[in-house]
């Protein structure tokens, strides 16, 4: 059994998705952002550096934290979606680790900056907004030629895909981009990808977009998320 610590952000479908994809036991607790919950003594203990998500498995009482390191003891828990083989498991790991590295923080810098900082400081939203987009092109630039992020469907996509589908909230487009799209498109029908995006508690962001009410009141308890 695995014990799910998370929230409702592009790091914590990026587990639960996998997990779902994995098809492995597990149990979803609701992390409370926006009233601090990441920064008690009970889940720092699990996760030092208070942030979502992190995983107990029960099986061996190991706790694993970062969700790109969740993702690979996942993966070779089921021994899924991440191959052993050295050069195949590189191309995994590198595009993993594209999305860790590049991909998610600078969309994530690009939420805080367009979405919730109360002042809005343009130049820090372009430069977010740019790198998330140039991003966006090395991504379709490399999905021209291969169905899939590694060459066979992986965790990479998953990680990947689980930010690039939230562009619209970042403020990033994707116009031009078919390749882009194609596969943005062609994972919500990969198995556990719907039921993975709505762990722990369902937010439609395309709604929120669309429901002002509903945007301002995210937005209110993101800025929380991002003084703590």
């Known amino acids: 059994m695995i014990k799910l610590f998370t929230a409702p952000t592009p790091n914590g479908h990026k587990v639960s998705c996998t997990l779902e994809a994995l098809n492995l036991d597990y149990q979803a607790h609701?992390?409370?952002l926006s009233e601090g919950e990441q920064k008690k003594p009970d889940f720092l203990k699990i996760s030092p550096?208070?942030?979502i998500p992190?995983?107990?498995?029960?099986s061996n009482n190991l706790s694993v934290f970062e969700s790109g390191a969740i993702m690979i003891y996942l993966a070779d828990k089921a021994n899924k979606l991440i191959s052993q083989d050295p050069i195949k498991r590189s191309k995994v790991t590198e595009w993993l680790m594209f999305q860790m590295g590049g991909v998610?923080?600078?969309m994530g810098q690009a939420n805080v900056f367009f979405r919730y900082f109360p002042e809005k400081i343009q130049p820090a939203i372009d430069r977010y907004q740019n790198e998330?987009?140039?991003l966006f092109e090395v991504l379709?630039?490399?999905l021209q030629e291969n169905e899939w992020l590694a060459g066979e469907y992986s965790i990479a996509d998953i990680a990947n895909w689980c930010w690039?589908?939230?562009h619209k909230w970042s403020g990033v487009s994707i116009d031009g981009l078919e390749n882009l799209d194609r596969w943005k498109n062609a994972m919500y029908n990969q198995p556990g990808m719907l039921k993975g995006i709505k762990v722990p508690v369902e937010i439609d962001m395309e709604k929120n977009l669309k429901d002002k009410?509903?945007?301002k009141e995210f937005i209110k308890n993101a800025q929380k998320m991002v003084k703590k």
């Not at 992190?54 to 029960?58: G, H, Q, W």
């Open 54 to 58: 992190a995983i107990i498995d029960t």
């Open 132 to 134: 998330s987009r140039r």
């Open 49 to 51: 550096n208070g942030r």
């Open 30 to 32: 609701l992390v409370n």
């Open 140 to 142: 379709n630039n490399h």
């Open 213 to 215: 009410d509903k945007t």
């Open 164 to 166: 690039v589908r939230t």
């Open 104 to 106: 998610g923080p600078m």
